[in-house]
């Protein structure tokens, strides 16, 4: 069983930046590759990006290449997503999702799911 607990959402201005946090705890965190997703409302969950177990293969959404960062904390069992140049478009529920040792763009790919944050951009 993996736990994970997002954190560092919140309301920000367009253009500016935030930084996500995905804190995982329970299993071994090395093996794991991790993906963050995000859901607007009244549409579906859609993937943002993914970073392997090694932390080597990092894949992201068109509509965040070159904006967003995601990385992770071996020591620190976290995964971060750095989101710069926000849009309003932007805007949505983001949650960190884990799955054993290779990443994927589909959610049902991933076993383990956190909470979700709120992420608002206001134009």
């Known amino acids: 069983q993996v736990q994970l607990v997002e954190s560092g959402g919140g309301l920000v201005q367009a253009g500016g930046s935030l930084r996500l946090s995905c804190a995982a705890s329970?299993?071994?965190?090395?093996?794991?590759?991790f993906g963050w997703f995000r859901q607007a409302p009244g549409k579906e969950r859609e993937f943002v990006s993914s970073?392997?177990?090694?932390?080597?293969?990092?894949n992201y959404a068109d509509s965040v290449k070159g904006r967003f960062t995601i990385s992770r904390d071996n020591a620190k069992t976290t995964v971060y997503l750095q989101m710069n140049s926000l849009k309003p478009e932007d805007t949505a529920v983001y949650y960190c999702?884990?799955?054993?040792?290779?990443?994927?763009?589909?959610?049902?790919?991933?076993?383990?799911w956190g909470q979700g944050t709120q992420v608002t951009v206001s134009s």
């Open positions: 970073i392997s177990w090694s932390g080597t293969t990092r």
């Open positions: 999702a884990a799955r054993r040792l290779v990443a994927g763009a589909l959610a049902l790919e991933y076993d383990y």
């Open positions: 329970g299993r071994t965190f090395s093996g794991y590759a």
